[in-house]
């Protein structure tokens, strides 16, 4: 008869353990009992990175790396991309269920409702160096936000989490926008509530008085899915950083502050970034042979290549290699689509990548996507930000309503010097 349990036993002592297995897992606290002398600490499970750690239950987003599957609450990314909208989807996320008619309105309403910021904070943008990076200075504006809204740290009370919910998805596409015209030196426009929160995001970054001006539905309908392609993918790094900062019972403002800034790196959300100034570097299709036999030494990795969940093709990357016909046909190709086609073509022939299950990932296609709709290469992981906001918020609320969660701190194992006795400098 089958047990739900695992048998471990300890060859350095010969005693046996029997721990329970729950969803497929077992408790790494259960393995502390596990020691050779009563006094010992006991045993830790090592995993650095977490590879093989699951750091919390959850209801958000599944994701099967092997079969390249991804869905939101139950809900297939194919299906969403193709049905759904950026601020439902948000909804979905948060609350775990498709919104009905009239909540849908309601959700729409109070987010464009919160899409102004204070003067106060518009200046402080205003400040910023004119050439600082936008994601530093979306950074930056989100963390300030706390001290607009002090009262966000009482988000126990369901009221004052909303307000903060509907402020942080109406307010990062307008600082986003300011960011850009900051860099641009251009003025900047405030936010119009009666477009859709894509296009209302188009509207800012690019309106010019101009009498006749109208955002492009096929831009904004492409922008719309790609936000939704990046809205949750589990506990990748800057969620593993919302729910780490959180934990420590922090505002939210603060947490996605920290959770974009794990973003900005250029093995997460600045990959697209890499990507094109890759596509750019290698020029010129005849040069792809010669870039790979470098990739393959180990001078350098293929950018937008490889997941650490996904070991079959990202289904994101399918999406958006669609979208992209779409946006060329308003914009006119970009010249670096030959160059990225044919890459991935041939890397998919490579023995070292199939070896390596790499394919492409949701960064390959969306760099050249935001370059022909004319956003500059840094904006990128900004793009990036704002569609990952609502899945931030919907795993932070789920880390702090979990009553199994607690300040996130991790173990180490200690391997330095032993205790020894400090030596004054002049006997050193
Ligand atoms: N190009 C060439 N080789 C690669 C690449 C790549 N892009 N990615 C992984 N490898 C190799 C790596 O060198 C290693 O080879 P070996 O076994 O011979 O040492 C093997 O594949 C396994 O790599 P890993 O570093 O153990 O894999 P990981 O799960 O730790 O890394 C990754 C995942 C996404 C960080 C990595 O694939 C990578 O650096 N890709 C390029 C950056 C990128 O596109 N990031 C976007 C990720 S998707 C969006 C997001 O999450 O933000």
Not at 14 to 39: C, H
Not at 46 to 72: Q, V
Not at 385 to 404: C, F, K, T, Y
Request: a neutral charge; one cysteine or more.
């Amino acid at each position: 008869m089958s047990k739900n349990t695992l048998t471990i036993t300890d060859n350095r002592t010969g005693k046996t353990y029997e721990i329970p297995i729950e969803n497929d897992s077992i408790r790494a606290i259960d393995l502390r009992q596990i020691k050779v002398n009563p006094d010992d600490f006991g045993m830790l499970s090592y995993d650095p990175a977490y590879l093989n750690t699951a750091s919390c239950k959850s209801r958000i987003t599944y994701i099967d790396g092997a079969k390249g599957i991804l869905r939101y609450r139950g809900y297939p990314i194919e299906q969403l991309a193709e049905q759904s909208t950026y601020k439902e989807v948000a909804y979905l996320l948060l609350y775990g269920e498709l919104p009905n008619a009239e909540q849908l309105e309601f959700w729409q309403n109070r987010i464009m409702r919160h899409t102004y910021i204070h003067e106060d904070l518009r200046h402080m943008i205003q400040n910023f160096r004119y050439d600082a990076h936008p994601m530093g200075i979306l950074i930056g504006a989100v963390a300030a936000m706390s001290t607009f809204h002090p009262e966000a740290k009482n988000f126990d009370d369901p009221e004052i989490r909303q307000k903060q919910i509907w402020r942080i998805l109406g307010k990062l596409p307008t600082i986003a926008a300011f960011a850009y015209r900051t860099r641009i030196g251009r003025p900047y426009n405030y936010p119009d509530s009666s477009l859709g929160y894509a296009a209302n995001f188009l509207y800012m970054l690019d309106y010019m008085n101009q009498r006749d001006y109208e955002v492009n539905p096929v831009l904004a309908k492409a922008l719309d899915v790609l936000f939704i392609l990046h809205a949750d993918h589990e506990q990748n790094c800057s969620t593993s950083a919302m729910r780490s900062v959180g934990s420590s019972r922090v505002d939210p403002y603060s947490a996605i502050a920290a959770a974009a800034s794990a973003l900005y790196g250029p093995l997460h959300g600045g990959a697209n970034e890499a990507v094109l100034r890759m596509l750019t570097e290698i020029g010129n299709v005849k040069n792809i042979p010669g870039y790979i036999e470098r990739v393959k030494k180990g001078e350098f990795r293929l950018m937008g290549f490889g997941h650490r969940v996904y070991k079959n093709y990202d289904p994101r990357a399918k999406i958006i290699k669609k979208i992209a016909h779409d946006v060329f046909e308003v914009t006119g190709s970009n010249p670096l689509i030959d160059i990225a086609v044919e890459l991935e073509k041939i890397a998919l022939e490579d023995e070292y990548f199939i070896k390596r299950k790499l394919y492409p990932n949701v960064d390959f296609y969306s760099g050249i996507i935001y370059q022909a709709m004319g956003f500059p290469v840094d904006m990128f992981p900004v793009l990036f930000a704002i569609g990952r906001a609502s899945g931030w918020l919907a795993q932070w609320i789920e880390m702090i309503d979990d009553p199994e969660q607690r300040i996130a701190r991790p173990r180490q194992l200690y391997l330095g010097e032993p205790m020894r006795d400090y030596v004054p400098v002049d006997q050193r």
